[in-house]
């Protein structure tokens, strides 16, 4: 039992987004260690993206309504919490990924045995 999680509920939710992503990923047809890294930097982009679009509407809404500046910053810190809550957990859900399912799926080389030479 752990004290941060004394009854499994964030790790089988951390469980349950890995099979989704994984499923996700498999039917895309990511199968190289590079593709799916390509996949968390369009993420990453992405996230990056929302976080601007996003603050500069809340931005809009404090100008035109001064008195709503702490909705909007709390909405705005919420918004920047989450998508890097998400990014971060894309990051190790990739990674997980990629030893679990991509390094196992290689085969391993073969050792060649040296053939005995005859005199």
Known sequence: MKLNDPFGRMARRHQAGYEAMRDALRRSGTETA?????????AKKRGLNFIGIGS???????????????ITLSLALLLIAWVISSTINGRRYIQRYIIEDIQRQEPEPEETQPTPERE
Do not use: G, H, R, S
Not at 34 to 42: D, F, G, K, L, N
Not at 58 to 70: G, H
């Open 56 to 70: 500069a509407i809340l931005f809009l809404v404090t100008i035109i309504l001064p008195q709503a500046l702490p």
């Open 34 to 42: 590079e593709a799916a890294w390509a996949i968390y930097t369009q």
